[in-house]
Structures are given as structure tokens and as C-alpha cells.
């Protein structure tokens, strides 16, 4: 069942933050993410945490510096999703900007896998013009093959990651890794893109050091990156500390003012957004996917291409192809969920419960286990994840979805829950079963690995033993966790608007509340929704003492066409509705409970 709880907050930051000139609502939301001091608001540039934090940064700048004044050849080999590519973006466009000889290459999933493999080292040396040098992106601190083919081929490796590394490194020429051991960089969570845009910012302090750039004005302004630094880091949901959050909102602020990239403007016309009002929520729930169903279904040189051209008009066609791959993805995962669903209420052997959350399925009993591990012949390979993801939400449980790979092998995609580390658990399991992973990495709370097809059991069942090992009964009750109930005069369009001016994601959560409503009215609307009006239930005091009638508020449930109870218990955020021109205050539905009154 669903469980909620108010975040708790200090009352002491509140009110410092409100004397800062805080709105209440703002300054609680802000308390209860940890934030007790005014500074750590601040978004200034300024306040940007110094590259030279980042160890062996300066080193890899000089490296790369002396590489391009001795126009070595240079290949940047990025990863498949929305993090890879936006990294290698940045790269493409600031060494150019340096006039370096670069190019790029991502692997396509489906026939090399993920990172610096050794294949992926002999095509990149099968090459008319082979690359002198090759730079990893969002990949390579578990490559140590890959590194390894690369040195007995002649070229030399620079690594750029923020994975967390395995007991043995790669032997790579220069490593970058704020998570790597011996760096002290404050902000762990860097996401991949955020590490190359810092490399780039040491390259170019290396390069001015060198004279290259012989008066102020023809230094490239790499400000210029920050609508795809802040594309990456939200789309790949890394934890928005101080730092991430300073660098989202510089790129958010870039897109706002018109000066996006070309690729990341038609992005937006093709999600119907206007770039003037763009969030971190368009970033990481309307390009991101967008761009990350090129390499779920085809090939991410197609999203690289969208974010590195200039012509609109070329970046118009391809953001078209994206947004074509996109619903594509978005059907292939209907289908999917709606096979896995039915593959669970067999397994479980029991009635369903009502729908508690936003989602059209029905929800099995909780299940027993404390792990879940899936595999269908029919699944798609490059949406397993996104699967994965949808039914961990769904029971609260590390999952595991995998798919046909090539070879008699099995590709896995897994999303976990707090208290159970993923990449750690399958780092247990290879070391208690030597030959069961044929390979494995990734996050806390997500990992890709790679099995026999013959071994599926035998992985579901050493996923689930390590599962019981590493987590008790409390773990697996889901607490979604509010921002409590809102007055009625809080509940207006101007805290609807504060609330779209902030930057919120992984680890400083969008806010939600929790407010008692009855149900006035629903419809179905687009034959998938429903469309509420909801007046906030009172007691009766509250009501006798009322002198005006009360406030009806629009509110929306998407994927459910099922009507609601004529009370429920809401867990919802605020909404900005522009629908035709004229902004009103609407209510996004996330959860629902029917309570016993």
C-alpha cells in the first residue's frame, strides 16, 4: 500500500530564509531539501565550484592543449543516452572552438554494448584517418579492455566519467572522475556532460596560459554550453546538489533568453513548449526521452547531430525524426508494461487492489519478494529500462527487466530503491557467483549487466537471495514524501508561478502537497485523462465559519479514464495552465487515495 509522510524541516532555517524575503511556502520546501542558509541559493557564476577541484583536470588540459597545437587527431567516443550525447556536444563544440582535429563515435547498443570496448577500439582504428588520441565521455572508467586494446594499437586513452569505479582502473594516459579515488571534488554528482564542461573550462585556461588566444574577444565563450550542460545533468538524473542545481539554472536561464542551441530549440517546438517558460520538468520529461529514443531505437548519432549543428533547418529535421522515434519508444513501452503486468498477476497468483497511483494498470497484492527479475523473448532491448524503471515505481523493488542480446546472451536493465545500492548488489553477486555476470555497471540506483540466456534463474534467484540479505520490511514500503497541506491562500497562481522559477530534480525533489479534496466534477478528456474540478474538504467549523463560497480548482489526471471516489486524498503539484494564451492555476494529480471517512 502507499504510504505518506510530511517532510519535516527546521523552523529556525524557515524563518531565516522567509527574513531573506522568501516566500513561506518557498522558504518550508527549501528547509525540508536542507537548505538553512540563504547563500546556498545563490546561482551566480561566480559561486561555481573551481575546476581545479577536479583531480587530474589541469593535467588532461594539458594534454589535450599540446595535442591540438600538434594537431593530433582526436576522437571523442560518447555513450547512448541523453548524458553521452549531450557531453560529447559540448566537447565537439568547444575543441573545435579551440581548433582541435576532432570527430565522434557512439557505439550502437545493439551491436557493440555500452563503453570503450575493444571492438569499439578497432573500428575506431579501422578509420581512413585513425584517431591519435580518444576521448571517453559518460563512459570508460570500467574499460579496462577497451583501454588496454587501445595502447597495444598506439593510441592513448583520456577518460572522462563519473561512474563509479570498479576495484581496477583503466589504464588510461589521464583519468577524470570526481568519484575516482584521491579526488576530493565536493560535487560527486557531476553528471557526465558536467565533467566534460569542466575539462573544458581547465582547456581553456591551459590554452590562454599558452597564448593561444591573442586578445580577449576571440577567447570562445563557453557560457554558450550551459543550455546542454543543463540538458544532460536533468536528463540523467543526477542528485541536484548545490553545484548541478547552479549549473542547470545558468542553462536554463540561456534557453529562456532565446540563446539555446539550434538542436535543443526545435526540441522544444516539436514538445509544443515555449522556450521562454522551460523548466528543468521540459528538460528531463520532454527532450530528454526525445532525445534519448536515438539510442534506445536507432542510432544517438542522430540526437549528437541535433545538438551540434547550427542550421536550424537541419536541426528541425532531426528533431522531426526524434519526436517519430519518441512515440514509437512511447507505444513499443505500452506494450511492454501491459505484457509485464500480466506476466506478474500469474506469478503472484492474486486479485489486483484498487489503482492507487496515477497509472492506468491495475496493481497486483504486494508481492513477497524483495526482488524482481523479468524477461520476455518479445522485449525491446533499448526500452528495457525505461521498463524497469515504471515497474520499480509501481511495487517498490529493485527490478531487473531483460531482453534478447546477441549470441545466446541476455541484456539487463535495472532501477532500484533507496537502501539497496544496484551496482553493489551485482558486485556481490559476481564475486559469490564468478561466472554469472559476463559483465556488469552502473549506479545505486540503476545498473545495466549482461548474462547467459541458460542463467536467468539462476540470476533471479541469486538477485532476490542478495536482495533479502540487504533489505528489511521497511525498505519496501513506499513513503512518498510531501510538502504537506496548503491553505487556501497559498493555493494561487502566483506560488504556482514561484514554484516554475526554481530548479527542481534528483535529490531536491519537484514539491507536492497532500490536501483532502471532494471530487466536483470529472470528465475524460483526450480519451486518456481526466479532468477534475476539486473543492478542498473542510471540517465543519471550517465551514460554518466561512463567509465566502468555497474555491473550485481544475486539476488534472493523466493516463486514467476510471472516475474517482467522490473523496479522496490527493497528492498533487502546482500547475502554470497557458492553455490559449491566459494562465490559470491547475492542479497535477501524482497520486490518489480513497480515505475512510
Not at 575493444?118 to 581512413?128: F, T
Not at 546542454?228 to 553545484?243: E, H
Not at 541476455?410 to 544496484?422: A, C, E
Amino acid at each position: 500500500m502507499l504510504n505518506t509522510t510530511t517532510r519535516n524541516y527546521p523552523r529556525h532555517a524557515v524563518d531565516r530564509l522567509i527574513r531573506h524575503g522568501l516566500h513561506p511556502v518557498l522558504a518550508r520546501v527549501y528547509a525540508a531539501r536542507g537548505i538553512e542558509e540563504p547563500d546556498q541559493l545563490e546561482v551566480d557564476w561566480s559561486r561555481l565550484i573551481p575546476f581545479e577541484r577536479l583531480k587530474n583536470v589541469s593535467l588532461m588540459a594539458r594534454f589535450l592543449a599540446d595535442a591540438i597545437l600538434a594537431r593530433k587527431r582526436l576522437l571523442i567516443v560518447a555513450d547512448y543516452d541523453s548524458d553521452g550525447a549531450t557531453a560529447c556536444a559540448v566537447g565537439m563544440r568547444a575543441l573545435r572552438k579551440f581548433g582541435a582535429i576532432v570527430d565522434y563515435l557512439v557505439p550502437n547498443r545493439f551491436e557493440y554494448g555500452y563503453g570503450l570496448t575493444p571492438e569499439i577500439v578497432r573500428l575506431a582504428a579501422a578509420a581512413a584517418a585513425p584517431p591519435e588520441i580518444l576521448i571517453t565521455v559518460d563512459n570508460g572508467i570500467a574499460s579496462v579492455e577497451g583501454v588496454a586494446e587501445a595502447n597495444r594499437l598506439g593510441m592513448q586513452v583520456l577518460v572522462t566519467d563519473h561512474h563509479l569505479p570498479a576495484d581496477e582502473l583503466p589504464d588510461a594516459a589521464v583519468i577524470v572522475n570526481p568519484n575516482q579515488p584521491g579526488c576530493d571534488f565536493p560535487s560527486k554528482h557531476l553528471a557526465g556532460v558536467g565533467v566534460m564542461f569542466y575539462l573544458m573550462l581547465a582547456l581553456r585556461a591551459e590554452l590562454r596560459a599558452k597564448g593561444v588566444f591573442d586578445f580577449p574577444q576571440r577567447e570562445p565563450n563557453l557560457a554558450s554550453l550551459l543550455d546542454l550542460v543543463a540538458l544532460g545533468t536533468v536528463a540523467d538524473v543526477v542528485k541536484l546538489d548545490d553545484n548541478n542545481r547552479l549549473l542547470v539554472h545558468q542553462g536554463l536561464q540561456r534557453i529562456r533568453k532565446g540563446r539555446g542551441c539550434a538542436g535543443i530549440n526545435a526540441l522544444l517546438q516539436f514538445a509544443k513548449r515555449d522556450f521562454r517558460r522551460v523548466s528543468a520538468y521540459e528538460l528531463g520529461f520532454m527532450l530528454g526521452p526525445r532525445l534519448n529514443a536515438a539510442g534506445r531505437l536507432d542510432d544517438m548519432a542522430l540526437g549528437i547531430e541535433c545538438l551540434i549543428t547550427d542550421d536550424e533547418y537541419h536541426a528541425s529535421r532531426i528533431a522531426l525524426r526524434l519526436d517519430s522515434l519518441n512515440r514509437k519508444r512511447q507505444e513499443i513501452e505500452a506494450d511492454m508494461q501491459d505484457s509485464a503486468m500480466i506476466m506478474l498477476e500469474r506469478i503472484f497468483s492474486s486479485p489486483s487492489i484498487p489503482c492507487i497511483t496515477h497509472t492506468q494498470h491495475p496493481i497486483p497484492k504486494e508481492p513477497d519478494n524483495h526482488s524482481l527479475s523479468l524477461f520476455d523473448a518479445s522485449w525491446h532491448q533499448g526500452v528495457i529500462g525505461i521498463l524497469a524503471s515504471r515497474i520499480k515505481d509501481k511495487f517498490h523493488r529493485p527490478v531487473i527487466a531483460f531482453a534478447p542480446g546477441a549470441n545466446g546472451e541476455l541484456k539487463g536493465s535495472g532501477r532500484s530503491i533507496p537502501g539497496f545500492h544496484l551496482r553493489d548488489s551485482l558486485d556481490i553477486i559476481s564475486k559469490r557467483y564468478p561466472r554469472l555476470l559476463l559483465k556488469f555497471g552502473g549506479h545505486a540506483a540503476a545498473a545495466g549487466l549482461t548474462i547467459r540466456d541458460c542463467d536467468f534463474e539462476k540470476f533471479r534467484d541469486a538477485f532476490e537471495q542478495t536482495a533479502q540479505s540487504l533489505l528489511g520490511p521497511a525498505d519496501l514500503k513506499r513513503i512518498i514524501e510531501t510538502d504537506g497541506d496548503l491553505d487556501e491562500s497559498e493555493m494561487n497562481l502566483e506560488l504556482a508561478r514561484c514554484l516554475a522559477e526554481q530548479v527542481w530534480g534528483q535529490g531536491f525533489s519537484q514539491p507536492t502537497f497532500s490536501t483532502r479534496f471532494r471530487v466536483e466534477d470529472q470528465r475524460v478528456v483526450g480519451q486518456k485523462h481526466l479532468k477534475l474540478k476539486l473543492r478542498k474538504q473542510e471540517s465543519r467549523i471550517e465551514i460554518y465559519s466561512r463567509q465566502k463560497p468555497e474555491p473550485v480548482y481544475d486539476a488534472m489526471l493523466f493516463s486514467r479514464t476510471i472516475p474517482l471516489p467522490e473523496v479522496i486524498d490527493a497528492i498533487y503539484r502546482l500547475q502554470v495552465n497557458e492553455f490559449n494564451g491566459s494562465p490559470t492555476l491547475q492542479f497535477i494529480l501524482e497520486h490518489w487515495l480513497q480515505p475512510d471517512i
